[in-house]
């Protein structure tokens, strides 16, 4: 079955640590995603990649890094100089031709400063 | 002004009623529209896309108005199963830019 797939789940990180999210997608998209989301809050772009070897920042880029250098994988780093990294972490992927196209969520990750 | 704005509710509604969403947007060159349904602790899943003619899926309809840059979200006959947070989604740029996301608004439907 196609799909995004993120892992952890669940992730425990102590306090300057860097920890790595994964993020897999089977569908073929060109575009994948990197979004945060606080407790009670919307998401928020972190950042954004249309094109293998290719990324930009989102709204919220400091402390974290990416790399794109297969179509179908889009990690994020979480770095020690993000200050408050705990939260519910989403990764997307979307199709950039055929006319208006809506993106596809991994299941995401609870990422835990302890 | 937020790129994207919702109400956040929450909306109360009995079983059976009518509930509407506004979203508006502030980039007036916003190409597609969304909205997304998430459940509690759950990623967001595609409720529908909005297109310019309006589009209805069965209890659901969706509106785009580009003059005054909002987009809404009618839910006829709600069931206990729509309470979730219905979140409004913009693009603009093309098919390859980012996707900008409103806060989400929750509703709460009750017996």
């Known amino acids: 079955d196609g799909g995004i797939t993120q892992s952890p789940k669940y992730l425990f990180r102590k306090e300057g640590q860097n920890v790595t999210l994964s993020c897999e997608q089977n569908l073929n998209h060109d575009a994948m995603y990197w979004y945060r989301q606080d407790p009670g809050q919307g998401l928020r772009l972190i950042y954004y990649s249309q094109i293998v070897n290719d990324f930009q920042k989102g709204d919220i880029a400091e402390g974290y890094s990416v790399s794109r250098e297969k179509k179908e994988s889009f990690p994020l780093t979480v770095t020690s100089a993000q200050k408050n990294p705990t939260a519910f972490y989403l990764c997307?992927?979307?199709?950039?031709?055929?006319?208006?196209?809506?993106?596809?969520f991994g299941q995401g990750t609870r990422l835990t400063v302890v | 002004r937020k790129e994207v704005e919702q109400d956040p509710g929450p909306f109360n509604v009995p079983e059976g009623a009518t509930v509407a969403f506004n979203c508006t947007y502030s980039n007036s060159a916003s190409q597609s529209f969304f909205w997304y349904r998430q459940d509690c602790r759950k990623e967001p899943k595609l409720l529908m896309s909005v297109y310019s003619s309006g589009n209805e899926d069965g209890r659901f309809t969706a509106q785009l108005n580009r003059a005054s840059q909002y987009i809404s979200l009618l839910i006829r006959d709600s069931k206990l199963s729509d309470s979730a947070t219905y979140l409004c989604v913009v693009n603009w740029g093309g098919t390859a830019s980012k996707l900008t996301f409103g806060t989400g608004t929750r509703l709460q439907v009750t017996l």
């Open positions: 997307a992927s979307r199709a950039t031709t055929g006319g208006i196209t809506e993106a596809f």
